[in-house]
């Protein structure tokens, strides 16, 4: 194991080809892409991704459910990385460890994770419903802070730093997208580095220059 790797678990965040449930996503994206999201069935994603309407119904409990995919995978990931990460391994390098080796999409996933966060951005319902994802993501950081400090999971600094890490990887996430020029964990380590030493005025420069890199 590397000094920048926390051990990977058995099943970790990525894109496994041939996958129905990756398939199922492809379909759905371009569908809903094609001809919006409401007009848009189970039946017909199922038929896109050459599988049928039982299958769908195993891998996802509605539609909508597809554009959280990755998102749900990485928070599981997150996790399992957490629990095996090293006692003696300060608390935030733990988390930007974890989140560094659950995020590894590239300039050129860019367009397909535009689509997605469009879409999540501009039906009302799909809206609604990030909440709920956004918390399971803070919950995961929230409950290794609490094991490492012995303070229960609702208790200030585990909630402070589950909020605060999720709010700089939204930041840096946003920042990607909109340039479009590496990798995302460039970003991220950027932004979750700066958080660690306190966003204090010497480490408030100027943003990653991935060309430098």
Known sequence: MTDDVLARPASRRGRPPGTSARELEVAALRL???QGFHETTVDQIAAAAGVSRRTFFRYYDAKADVLWNEFDTEVETIRSLLAG??????????VRRAVLEANHY????????????????TVPELAASAAVHYDAWERAISAFVARRSGQPE??????????????????????????????LTVY???????????????????EPDPVAR
């Open 32 to 34: 809903f892409g094609e």
């Open 106 to 121: 590239r300039a050129a996933d860019v367009p397909e994770l535009r689509r997605r966060m469009t879409l999540l951005s």
């Open 85 to 94: 990460a090293p006692a003696d391994l300060p608390v935030l390098e733990g």
């Open 188 to 206: 991220l380590d950027a932004a979750l580095r700066a958080l660690a030493a306190g966003l204090t005025d010497d480490v408030l420069g100027e």
């Open 154 to 183: 609702d208790s200030l600094y585990p909630l402070v730093v589950g909020r605060a890490v999720l709010a700089a990887c939204r930041a840096a996430y946003d920042r990607w997208s909109a340039r479009a020029d590496a990798d």
